[in-house]
């Protein structure tokens, strides 16, 4: 017995038959209460799948920015124009990569009680080096948002006005203001 019990252990299950065993023991002991008292016992219905998106990991104290849920990317049609004429709010870029012809954008920035609005915009200036270069930037307009907790916000931009020209497989390289490196774009 105590050699089956040390191979259990080893294997991290003896933990689980204790919590097994234990409510057993405990749902024994209601059902026994139960029908001395002559109280009849309770059926809950067990789903035939388990989702374990149903479970709610969102304690009492959590405000409703801090849910945790998913949200939905900002979409932005992207555009080419002066990008030099037009002044953003504050914030920072967390992370941007290219997926097929939609750049994604993750930036966060102070706020959360206002909408805020996005604007990507091309330079019309192409550099003549092998790819060529485009310079892009990112406008952001909080609308006077005068709350102080740190949003992340996704933003996906369709870059396709971006591409060297309209022709499948043109290469080109974007350089998004505010972000170290170079994100190169193939148009598909």
Do not use: W
Not at 25 to 54: H, R, S, W
Not at 58 to 86: C, F, H, L
Not at 119 to 142: D, T, V, W
């Amino acid at each position: 017995m105590v050699l089956y019990l040390s191979v259990l252990q080893q294997k991290g299950t003896m933990r689980f038959f204790l919590i097994i065993g234990l409510a057993a023991l405990l749902i024994g002991c209601a059902n026994e209460k139960d029908l001395i008292t002559g109280t009849p016992p309770v059926v809950t219905e067990i789903p035939d799948t388990f989702d374990a998106t149903d479970i709610s990991t969102e304690s009492a104290t959590e405000g409703p920015e801090d849910n945790r849920k998913p949200q939905r990317p900002y979409q932005v049609q992207g555009m080419i124009g002066d990008a030099s004429s037009k002044e953003s709010d504050a914030y920072d870029i967390l992370s941007a990569r290219i997926v097929g012809n939609k750049l994604f954008i993750e930036i966060s920035y102070s706020g959360g009680c206002a909408h805020h609005r996005y604007e990507c915009i091309g330079s019309k200036a192409i550099s003549k080096s092998l790819p060529p270069q485009r310079s892009i930037k990112l406008i952001h307009k909080n609308d006077n948002d005068s709350c102080e907790s740190i949003v992340k916000q996704t933003i996906e931009v369709d870059i396709q006005p971006f591409a060297l020209s309209q022709a499948r497989r043109s290469e080109i390289v974007l350089l998004l203001e505010g972000f170290n490196g170079q994100l190169n774009y193939i148009n598909i």
